[in-house]
């Protein structure tokens, strides 16, 4: 059976030695979707037409998380991102998010491009909650990480809704 | 057509002006699961059983994480949180989480419940990366909440996955 | 000759003891200006026209920047904010920006007023500085605040540059 | 006309890519100045000279702010700074701040230098406030930068206020 | 025999949930000492008669480390502290803090006191470690709390280290 | 008689310089101890037997401390750390901490050790306080650094209480 590399043998948990690792270039790519009622849909449809901040909002809050991560995620590593985006696609019953992170470090950014969705998906729930408190946010998983020893994974195919 | 209160007239994003709103307490219930391999899981359960941190390092990530709501999701109101409980239960499939976050102030405590589960099974993902890229995070979403001028809600019945 | 209330007796600081202050509703309002060239305005125009993001990003900065300034300012004390908007009007040489911030509170919300409008102009140096690096920032002042037992106080007519 | 590197083509804005760039050495110096009346400045000048704190609270939050740098300006990228100081030059009416910040990465640290000395003196005017509240922050700008592929730069001349 | 409140009936680690207490106002005192090397003392004696920041730098550490305890201790609520004082007495061998923190909430701020007591040490240490590596912080342990539903405690006599 | 390198020839304290200085790998090891009645030992053994988290939260606690060290200590720089692990071991009359931190960087991590041991027993005070206010925190001292141009260092013996 396999183990959890987080905990020692004991069970205790720590933050796993990765001073022998060399940096090399790393990037991750997540995503995510909240789903939403065809009003809440249209009101970010309609923020973003004026020109509203709705999306920037979002998208600024995934980015800025992305630099928080280590600071979230108690076992994982502090990293120097050298570089976030994120994407953020509304439609009719809602939005898809995408974050790419890329760094030159000792571990890789999968959990940066993870927190940075789910916080951008959080924060649209956060502004359309007025309008429908019953958004579902889901499908947050890594679509691709490159760099680093254990090499280069690929998500197949579209994986189904948690 | 709804409008998104977090939006002035000119789009431009704003802290919504709560001043005027009287301390009330407030509760708001939030949930959501990770998916994953069985291997996975059984790692976890591994860890669980032979009274690992696993479980505990999630729950401790979610409970310090409801605290930073307000510095993760930019529009968010800072409120004096009076309690956090993360209930994670694991099966063979995944681990589900439910928080608890009251407070007693002038807004809700939907988006810190909903924080703390977010960041609970991010931390999930994070120790258990290393056995199963493929996890995928969803149905994060509110159960209900109490409290404050806008009455309670309840999700009605099970919603089906994001 | 004025004492600085943030110091003891013996010239020490300390966060003043503000336990005995009722909480009352408080408002303040700052504002600033960064200067810049015609290039670099016309980027932000540019930027601003095509729906882009740099003015958005800099208003949330500002406003995640007020729900910080009790972690920045060393002798400030910690506050329940209730409203944070923030006016960013480009022209041809620069760009103004107003903060208007609320809190009900033991004290006044001036040094959240001022850090809101001193980073969001941070945050349009930052979008700009490939373009012009000689922006300057100036004029950070607080136009007036209302609330607490020392009563309001206003800017008497436009103060000139720092 | 120029375009702000911080938008992509559709005025997202993103972190930009630094993944490509070399680790150099790099410094940046900034400077700014607190005006105000001459009790404010008395009452400043007595703290110091009593062995008060007042200059020293405001340089450890120069210090303390250049840290938190990119946790501040949302398109920032975090960096290992290895050097800030920060000089505090009172006068009859004022204070003028200079900060100076190195690091060894892959930009630059001037929003590091410009940042420090916004917080310094967002400090002193916190401390001041109850002796004169119609201080006024300005000429914040950048002095010169050394190191990283764009060269360095040095201001021409002495840049009058913002 | 006693239970810890801040774990559940199962055993896992919940913010205990004090919504039902009465804001009252509440006081806590805290100490601590630090003890060097002659040389290190000597060099903090000397750093503080030439005006050096040595002791402020600690000062502000310590007063900024209680404002962020809820942020650094799990399971400690979030309170608006209203007052933060600390003394630093060094002598030849060392240095002594008595942090004073006050707060009108619903828990109390001993964690605030002792966290203070503690970074303000951490910081002492770090300026003195180039000369004396083997400094040693102890004795840091509450004095007195006031205020809430348990009533006051004081504690007899002068403890023994450590 | 020494100086103090945090401090300039004018006593102002300052981010030491350390461009010039090599990345190494780095490991400092530190300890400490929390002393309490029997009474709250025996709340922390049970805690433990029955699978509570009380030993993970302040594991957890101590870890996350590691990474804020440089937000905590004024002059600190920040490092990206590479491994920290937090050994607890409960007695009769108390719970003792170790903490080793690794870093490859141009400054050591002694402090970060010291930090995580001080913020892990801070949180094991949390949780014991409803039990025993008295508990005294000490014999906080850094075990033994390597790597850097200073070379390695241990401490003597077993240093006594402070």
Same mark, same amino acid.
């Given at each position: 059976?396999?183990?959890?590399?987080?905990?020692?043998?004991?069970?205790?948990?720590?933050?796993?030695?990765?001073?022998?690792?060399?940096?090399?270039?790393?990037?991750?790519?997540?995503?995510?979707?909240?789903?939403?009622?065809?009003?809440?849909?249209?009101?970010?449809?309609?923020?973003?037409?004026?020109?509203?901040?709705?999306?920037?909002?979002?998208?600024?809050?995934?980015?800025?998380?992305?630099?928080?991560?280590?600071?979230?995620?108690?076992?994982?590593?502090?990293?120097?991102? @050298?570089? =976030? $985006?994120?994407? &953020?696609?509304?439609?009719?019953?809602?939005?898809? +998010?995408?974050?790419?992170?890329? *760094?030159? #470090?000792?571990?890789?950014?999968?959990?940066?491009?993870? @927190?940075? =969705? $789910?916080?951008? &998906?959080?924060?649209?729930?956060?502004?359309?909650? +007025?309008?429908?408190?019953?958004? *579902?946010? #889901?499908?947050?998983?890594?679509?691709?990480?490159?760099?680093?020893?254990?090499?280069?994974?690929?998500?197949?195919?579209?994986?189904?809704?948690?």
């Amino acid at each position: 059976m396999t183990d959890l590399t987080h905990l020692d043998a004991t069970g205790a948990a720590h933050m796993v030695d990765v001073s022998a690792k060399t940096d090399t270039d790393r990037q991750a790519i997540a995503s995510g979707r909240i789903a939403m009622s065809g009003d809440a849909a249209a009101a970010i449809a309609a923020g973003t037409m004026k020109k509203g901040d709705v999306l920037a909002v979002a998208r600024v809050a995934g980015i800025m998380a992305a630099k928080k991560t280590s600071d979230l995620i108690p076992l994982c590593h502090p990293l120097p991102i @050298t570089k =976030v $985006s994120i994407d &953020l696609v509304p439609d009719a019953t809602g939005v898809t +998010a995408t974050a790419t992170v890329r *760094t030159r #470090g000792q571990t890789g950014v999968e959990m940066e491009a993870l @927190t940075a =969705v $789910s916080v951008a &998906l959080l924060t649209i729930y956060d502004m359309g909650k +007025a309008v429908d408190k019953a958004m *579902t946010i #889901g499908s947050i998983r890594l679509l691709e990480k490159t760099g680093g020893k254990s090499g280069d994974w690929r998500r197949d195919g579209e994986s189904g809704p948690a």
